[in-house]
């Protein structure tokens, strides 16, 4: 991917993604997979997918399993508490202050997200040192 090295993603891309392989998530875990960027994240974040994906979509948890296998990730292990407080401040929602947090801590550039209720709003983009985008938003700035 043209000058994107590394991004940070979201639960629901990975969800989204084991929904419609074909969509814009489903492409960015495909381009992944074969290596083209790498992907950082954190335990808590992989829990959440499953944790949801057992809830809403059990018959994909063997498909998850076998990619989350296949990413070679790149983890951050500890996140700070007042780092998650600061966000918290922002957005008033824990568990997204954690993922802000979380892509902070990690220097990563690029958050991509589907969440339009806390995370895609100007406000928050405006309130963070990394570009916060959609799925297909960031397959365009590579596909072209």
Known sequence: MKNIKRI?????????ALASPSGPSGR???RAVENQFTIVTANFLLLEVERNLKKKLPESLPYF???????????????????????????NYKPDSLVLAACFQSRSKILVTLDKKHLLKDEVRNSVPFEIIRPENILRKVEK
């Open 65 to 91: 399993y076998e990619d989350i296998s296949r990413i070679n990730f790149e983890f951050i292990s500890k996140i700070k508490p007042e780092v998650v407080n600061k966000y918290e401040q922002i957005i």
């Open 28 to 30: 960015l875990i495909k």
């Open 8 to 16: 940070f993603l979201d639960a629901n891309i990975y969800i989204a």
